[in-house]
């Protein structure tokens, strides 16, 4: 019988670039949860707006079924997470176009407002560091994070269901520049 206490694996885990961008994860959930918490906001409330300006910033409609999609929620979260949003006076339901019965949701004035808010600071830092830097660094630092971006977003798919081929397109958002 072996006394030896389990420990990490022979290979060391995940090379350095890796474990940075796990730290950085890391280090933005914490910063979401400041400021959100700050703000009686949730994480999940924080990520629907971000998905309703990402989807507003490209004319597209967002419905509650965007929201259930994008942030893998049941339908009965999607409504208590928009009905928060709602309460709180970020989020409006309307219905519009043809198809009345389709609710669509809009950040309201405070929701930019307060969102603005929340994250001036974090992008000041950001701007900030990135001012070391020059365009062709940040360009291929920008490649750099849409891959690793793909691949997270393609080991979550595998996770969920099985492998997924390399063959099959990637249906995440769009993240260029502009």
Do not use: C
């Amino acid at each position: 019988m072996s006394a030896e206490a389990p420990g990490p694996p022979d290979a060391g885990g995940p090379p350095p670039l890796v474990r940075l961008l796990q730290e950085f994860t890391m280090e933005a959930n914490r910063y979401v949860d400041s400021a959100g918490g700050r703000n009686d906001m949730h994480r999940t409330d924080l990520n629907a707006l971000a998905v309703i300006m990402r989807h507003t910033s490209r004319d597209q409609i967002v419905t509650p079924g965007v929201l259930r999609k994008e942030l893998n929620l049941s339908s009965p979260a999607t409504t208590a997470l928009i009905d928060r949003l709602h309460s709180s006076g970020h989020v409006i339901r309307e219905r519009e176009g043809a198809d009345r019965r389709q609710v669509q949701l809009r950040m309201t004035p405070k929701a930019y407002r307060e969102g603005g808010a929340m994250f001036l600071p974090l992008a000041r830092h950001m701007g900030t560091a990135m001012q070391d830097f020059t365009p062709e660094e940040l360009e291929i630092v920008t490649r750099f994070m849409n891959s690793m971006i793909d691949a997270t977003v393609r080991a979550g798919v595998e996770a969920a269901r099985g492998p997924v081929p390399d063959s099959e397109p990637y249906q995440g958002p769009d993240r260029s520049p502009g």
